[in-house]
């Protein structure tokens, strides 16, 4: 069967007008809040060298994955909420499938690293920098941007070889799999079921091993002392809480058959743009290290900041006051003796 459709109309959140309005300043302030505290992480652990550890290594990819993640579907649905027609080309549908489920598979991945680098840091201290050394990270941080690739390859090209003959109306904010298989001509049943073993499995087995891990990382708790425990027990429940906010939905979504729910709208708006503008909040208000080091860089741009507006007083001061000049009457004539 041939493709007849070449574009794609989003239905978005709403279609009352007030809610579409107040989607537009409440994912505008989100986006905002996203973008900066994401960027104010990486530039922090870029510009601290205290923050060399690996763990804060996955912690600067994991804000720029989330910016990138976000930047695929929030731009989009904050412009929808003023456009009466929320139209999107089916190559664009099809890039915006492939982008999304690129970074969010990623992001997947660089979650169930950061947890392996828990585990060793405080399972195997002695040895931790040993394995977890620069070459083991970058190795890491490949390996998840090839995982997150192969995954949203073969969810793009099922996707693209699906007969699209109309109606073109999607029960979405963005281009997902399960809204565009419920708009193919033709039975999606085989799809339906790879996409469960592609997507599904995927959240499915990482989210297992990030309990197992964190369940062992407790399990160690009991023979360190009270001092190293709390130290360990904030850092992991930061990592846990985040886990819980991103694969809980997730799992809601890609773990069953390729049937579509009115509530699949306001569980994807957790993954695709809550997580990612909490992930910042929640990393830097239980870790000192990280409020410490962005103190440090504050307190360093003041201080630049005043040594240049001194700096600038000072040469004012100086023109104005060094004019050594004298004069002399000669005549009807003054003249300037230096």
Same mark, same amino acid.
């Given at each position: 069967?041939?493709? !007849?459709?070449?574009?794609?109309?989003?239905?978005?959140? &709403?279609? =009352?007008?007030?809610?579409?309005?107040?989607?537009?300043?409440?994912?505008?302030?989100?986006?905002?809040?996203?973008?900066? #505290? +994401?960027?104010?992480?990486?530039?922090?652990?870029?510009?601290?060298?205290?923050?060399?550890?690996?763990?804060?290594?996955?912690? &600067?990819?994991?804000?720029?994955?989330?910016?990138?993640? &976000?930047?695929?579907?929030?731009?989009?649905?904050?412009?929808?909420?003023?456009?009466?027609?929320?139209?999107?080309?089916?190559?664009?549908?099809?890039?915006?499938?492939?982008?999304?489920?690129?970074? #969010?598979?990623?992001?997947?991945?660089?979650?169930?690293?950061?947890?392996?680098?828990?585990?060793?840091?405080?399972?195997?201290?002695?040895?931790?920098?040993?394995?977890?050394?620069?070459?083991?990270?970058?190795?890491?941080?490949?390996?998840?941007?090839?995982?997150?690739?192969?995954?949203?390859?073969?969810?793009?090209?099922?996707?693209?070889?699906?007969?699209?003959? #109309?109606? !073109? /109306?999607?029960?979405?904010?963005?281009?997902?799999?399960?809204?565009? /298989?419920?708009?193919?001509?033709?039975?999606?049943?085989?799809?339906?079921?790879?996409?469960?073993? !592609?997507?599904?499995?995927?959240? /499915?087995?990482?989210?297992?091993?990030?309990?197992? &891990?964190?369940?062992?990382?407790?399990?160690?708790?009991?023979?360190?002392?009270?001092?190293?425990?709390?130290?360990?027990?904030?850092?992991?429940?930061?990592?846990?809480?985040?886990?819980?906010?991103?694969?809980?939905?997730?799992?809601?979504?890609?773990?069953?058959?390729?049937?579509?729910?009115?509530?699949?709208?306001?569980?994807?708006?957790?993954?695709?743009?809550?997580?990612?503008?909490? +992930?910042?909040?929640?990393?830097?208000?239980?870790?000192?290290?990280?409020?410490?080091?962005?103190?440090?860089?504050?307190?360093?741009?003041?201080?630049?900041? =005043?040594?240049? #507006?001194?700096?600038?007083?000072? !040469?004012?001061?100086?023109?104005?006051?060094?004019?050594?000049?004298?004069?002399?009457?000669?005549? =009807?004539?003054?003249?300037?003796?230096?």
């Amino acid at each position: 069967m041939e493709n !007849n459709v070449t574009e794609f109309i989003f239905m978005g959140l &709403s279609q =009352n007008e007030k809610v579409q309005q107040l989607c537009f300043f409440l994912f505008l302030f989100f986006y905002m809040i996203l973008m900066t #505290g +994401n960027f104010l992480i990486i530039m922090t652990i870029q510009r601290s060298p205290n923050l060399n550890s690996p763990m804060y290594f996955f912690l &600067s990819f994991l804000s720029f994955v989330d910016i990138c993640y &976000s930047s695929v579907t929030a731009p989009k649905l904050i412009i929808d909420s003023q456009a009466k027609v929320k139209s999107i080309s089916f190559v664009g549908c099809m890039a915006q499938l492939f982008f999304c489920h690129l970074f #969010g598979c990623t992001e997947i991945f660089i979650l169930t690293v950061m947890a392996y680098d828990r585990y060793v840091a405080i399972c195997k201290p002695l040895r931790y920098m040993t394995i977890m050394d620069r070459k083991v990270c970058s190795i890491l941080v490949v390996t998840c941007w090839l995982g997150g690739f192969v995954h949203s390859f073969i969810q793009t090209i099922l996707t693209v070889q699906l007969p699209f003959c #109309g109606p !073109n /109306l999607i029960d979405h904010y963005f281009c997902d799999v399960h809204p565009l /298989l419920k708009l193919a001509c033709t039975d999606t049943k085989v799809v339906g079921l790879i996409v469960i073993a !592609n997507s599904g499995m995927i959240s /499915l087995s990482c989210f297992v091993i990030l309990v197992g &891990s964190y369940i062992v990382i407790l399990l160690s708790f009991k023979t360190r002392s009270s001092e190293g425990r709390r130290k360990a027990l904030s850092t992991c429940a930061s990592h846990i809480i985040v886990v819980i906010l991103f694969f809980v939905p997730c799992l809601f979504i890609y773990l069953r058959p390729s049937t579509t729910f009115t509530e699949d709208k306001m569980v994807a708006v957790f993954y695709t743009i809550i997580t990612p503008m909490l +992930n910042p909040l929640i990393y830097t208000l239980r870790n000192m290290e990280v409020k410490n080091a962005m103190k440090r860089l504050w307190m360093e741009k003041l201080v630049v900041r =005043n040594k240049r #507006g001194s700096g600038a007083n000072l !040469n004012g001061i100086g023109i104005a006051s060094v004019v050594p000049v004298s004069k002399r009457i000669a005549g =009807n004539k003054s003249v300037i003796i230096p």
